[in-house]
């Protein structure tokens, strides 16, 4: 077993430790759960060794003011991790939310402004660094491939990502979907199946 598989298996335990704990851990009462298994091969059943585990931020919520909101998510995620390492289990990264331009944890959490800002993105890699004693990496980024802002935005991003040494890098979403191939956009491939300027910004 590879190690991309070996950490496909522990991201899906991961999410599934996390999706059964969400119901319980948003009340407002504290509650002791143990969590006990063993991460296994999903083809022979064996056990995994060296498994990692990634934590993947959500866009739902279960309460309905704001504050006692963040509240319930920062108790769930501490209490979560602390369940995890009580069991022997370490956490590489976390992963904060996915397709998070319009806010996470919907309805309370949801921002109307869908526009994506470089500049913002790129101060807010600095502020988790420096808060959370951490590296950050950019994990999904993309634009239409017929904007013709697409190039001067992977530029910028990917120029600001190399200059800050507490970001551990960037990478392009699906680059390889060219012309809106089945309903994707955001690829770096014109309808004719030829790069785009956006990919410019990774040659050097």
Not at 55 to 79: F, I, P, Y
Not at 114 to 137: E, H, P, Q, W
Not at 186 to 202: C, E, I, Q, V
């Amino acid at each position: 077993m590879n190690q991309t598989k070996r950490n496909k298996r522990s991201r899906f335990f991961a999410l599934l430790v996390a999706g059964v704990l969400s119901a319980a851990s948003l009340s407002a009462q504290a509650q002791n759960r143990t969590i006990k298994g063993c991460i296994t091969d999903a083809n022979n059943k064996e056990p995994l060794m060296g498994a990692t585990i990634t934590l993947d931020g959500g866009k739902t919520g279960a309460v309905t003011d704001l504050d006692k909101m963040k509240a319930a998510v920062a108790s769930h995620t501490t209490d979560v991790l602390q369940t995890l390492k009580n069991n022997g289990i370490d956490v590489e990264w976390i992963q904060i939310g996915n397709e998070t331009r319009t806010g996470m944890l919907w309805p309370l959490g949801k921002v109307s402004n869908n526009n994506f800002a470089t500049d913002d993105c790129l101060a807010n890699i600095s502020t988790l660094a420096t808060r959370y004693n951490c590296k950050v990496m950019v994990s999904e980024i993309g634009m239409p491939w017929d904007s013709e802002n697409a190039a001067a935005m992977m530029k910028k991003m990917v120029d600001g990502c190399k200059a800050k040494p507490e970001c551990l890098g960037i990478f392009y979403w699906e680059p390889e979907c060219y012309g809106g191939w089945n309903g994707y956009s955001r690829g770096a491939f014109d309808s004719n199946g030829k790069p785009t300027d956006a990919l410019k910004a990774f040659k050097n």
